[in-house]
Nanobody, 115 residues
Framework: QVQLVESGGGLVQPGGSLSLSCVAS????????MAWYRQAPGKQRELVAS???????NYADSVKGRFGISRDNAKNMVFLQMNSLKSEDTAVYYC?????????WGQGTQVTVSS
C-alpha cells in the first residue's frame, strides 16, 4: 500500500522561506517522476514542480527561480525548498507521482504566507 506523507508547512511572512518534505512508502518511488502540487482555497489543484528519476526538474512559471525540488531515492523522499514566498503561494501542498495517481493523495501540508 502506498502512503505519501507531507510535512514542513507553516506560517511565514512574505519574502520568507520554507522547506517541505514528503516521505513515500512502497517500492514505486525510485521508478517514478515525483512532483509537488498545491491547492489554494477556491482553486483547482495545480502542479508546482516535478523531478524525474534522473533528476531533471520542471517548474510552474509562477515559482520558477524561487522554488527548488529535489529527491533522495535512498530515503524515498522528495523535497521542495521555497524561497521568496508570496501571499499567492498560500495553499495546501501535496506530493504525488506525475502523472498523479488519485488514490495516492495524502493529507498535504498547509503553507500560509502572511504578514
Amino acid at each position: 500500500q502506498v502512503q505519501l506523507v507531507e510535512s514542513g508547512g507553516g506560517l511565514v511572512q512574505p519574502g520568507g522561506s520554507l522547506s517541505l518534505s514528503c516521505v513515500a512508502s512502497g517500492r514505486f518511488f525510485s521508478f517514478n517522476t515525483m512532483a509537488w502540487y498545491r491547492q489554494a482555497p477556491g482553486k483547482q489543484r495545480e502542479l508546482v514542480a516535478s523531478i524525474t528519476t534522473g533528476g531533471f526538474t520542471n517548474y510552474a512559471d509562477s515559482v520558477k527561480g524561487r522554488f527548488g525540488i529535489s529527491r533522495d531515492n535512498a530515503k524515498n523522499m522528495v523535497f521542495l525548498q521555497m524561497n521568496s514566498l508570496k501571499s499567492e503561494d498560500t495553499a495546501v501542498y501535496y506530493c504525488n507521482v506525475r502523472p498523479v495517481i488519485t488514490a495516492w493523495w495524502g493529507q498535504g501540508t498547509q503553507v500560509t504566507v502572511s504578514s
